[in-house]
Structure formats: C-alpha cells, structure tokens
C-alpha cells in the first residue's frame, strides 16, 4: 500500500510500507507533510518524537493538534548524536512517529541503518536534511 501526497518522490523512509532510498526530504518540505505527520501522531498514544529540529517544528505539531506532554525533543550535539539517536527511537518502538533533523546529508550506510530500523520496528519515521546551497559558485 502505498500513500499518496505530494513529496512521495522524495521520501527516504516515510513507512515501513513505503521506502525510496535514493533521496531525502528538505526541512521546507516538514510544514507540506504536515497533515500526514499529524495524521500519524493522533493515531495512537505514543510518542511523537523528534531529533534535532527547532522550537517552530515542535510548536508546528503543538498547533496541529499534537499535545505538548507526548512530544518527546532530543536535541543531538552533532550530526552522529543526531544520526544514532534517530536509530535508538526507531529500535525503542516507543514512538508512533520519529521525526529527524540530520543536517547535511548522511552516508549511504546511514540511510540503510536508518531504513532497517523503520522496517523492522514498523515506526513511521521522516528524515529531513538540509538542502545544498543554490547560490552560484564564482
């Protein structure tokens, strides 16, 4: 079964039902994925948890209707906090959502880390990375 919203071709591990490993989400692209990410959260009663991201991401799920107290917000001092920390929530089981904020893009050993951990713990997970600057190079 596959989903059906916008940014579909550039899901990195969106669900366990639903993987393209070839690219990754922008963090513009969070606020577009809202509704599915809120859609996920209010489904059960576990966590919503985030990896790195910001104070507007978290008040972006407090305003779609995601209580405060089941947010649960690790802020990583680095890209590998980040990176293992979005691994360890995926293998908890304990989130009905992991939301990640990695920065730059990740090896593709990372990536496959990070898809075997949503497959096998059937947690939705979003991973974002930052887009490459498109100013032009002089």
């Known amino acids: ?3 059906n919203y916008p940014h579909a071709s550039r899901e990195l591990a969106i669900d366990t ?3 393209n490993d070839t690219s990754s989400l922008s963090n513009e692209d ?3 994925l809202m ?3 809120q859609s996920l959260a209010l489904r059960t009663k576990q966590w ?3 990896i790195g991201g910001s104070r507007e991401a978290i008040q972006q799920l407090v305003n779609a209707g995601v209580s405060r107290s089941r947010i649960r917000w690790v802020a990583g001092r680095d890209a590998d906090q980040r990176e293992w920390a979005t691994e360890q929530a995926l293998l908890a089981g304990t989130s009905s959502v992991v939301l990640s904020f990695l920065g730059d893009f990740s090896s593709p050993r990372v990536a496959q880390r990070l898809k075997m951990a ?3 713990s ?3 997970s979003f991973i974002f990375h930052k887009q490459p600057s498109q100013s032009p190079l002089h």
Do not use: D, E, S
Request: aromatic share 14%; hydrophobic share 50%; glycine share 4%.
């Open 17 to 19: 039902l639903a993987f």
């Open 30 to 32: 969070f606020a577009g």
């Open 1 to 3: 079964m596959r989903y």
């Open 122 to 124: 059937q947690t939705h």
């Open 35 to 37: 509704p599915r990410i």
């Open 48 to 50: 919503v948890t985030v």
């Open 118 to 120: 949503t497959k096998v």
